[in-house]
């Protein structure tokens, strides 16, 4: 009975340092597994490094140009904000210029009728008329000299009173 104690004892220990090695065996297996696929990973990035080191390169040249498109953007906006105030001012100088221009044709239909009229005046004038002497008697006044009469125009309380425009 001792016997079949010790070698149940024995074959208990042998048990315990068999999964103790194989413990141990297991870690081993886990590590070299680990550096294996450390190792095939490395290996990978090292074969298409000159692949990596293109997109690293294009991936600094896309930062900088999206940064220059980015500084651009906001002087154009700036720029943008001054046109703007630029074109309103421009469009109330042409509504002035628009209203300049209509008073000035208003006045130049209004010089043109006095011109027609001053035209028939003058073509009026050129021919004697019997009656002017009638016609221009309540402008003239008689000076002390008969002969010498002058041509004035006399106001009246009325007139003065009067707005004198010609438009």
């Known amino acids: 009975m001792l016997l079949s104690f010790l070698i149940l004892l024995l074959s208990y220990v042998m048990i315990y340092i068999i999964f103790s090695i194989m413990e141990i065996l297991s870690i081993f297996v886990a590590l070299c597994c680990g550096g294996l696929i450390w190792y095939l990973r490395f ?3 090292f074969a298409s490094r000159e692949l990596i080191n293109e997109l690293r390169k294009n991936n600094l040249e896309l930062k900088h ?14 720029q ?11 469009y109330q100088k042409n ?15 209004h010089l043109k009728k006095i011109s027609d009229k001053m035209d028939n005046l003058a073509r009026d004038l050129q021919q004697p008329l019997e009656d002017l002497d009638r016609k221009i008697k309540p402008f003239m006044y008689e000076s002390e000299d008969e002969n010498n ?19």
């Open 65 to 78: 140009t999206l940064q220059s498109c980015d500084r651009d953007r906001i002087e154009y906006e700036q």
């Open 149 to 167: 009469e002058e041509f004035v125009y006399k106001f009246s309380d009325q007139d003065r009173n009067r707005e004198w425009w010609f438009f």
């Open 43 to 45: 290996y990978r990035r």
């Open 95 to 109: 509504d002035d210029l628009t209203h300049i221009v209509s008073e000035l044709s208003r006045y130049y239909y």
């Open 80 to 90: 943008n904000i001054i046109l703007k105030d630029e074109i309103a001012l421009l």
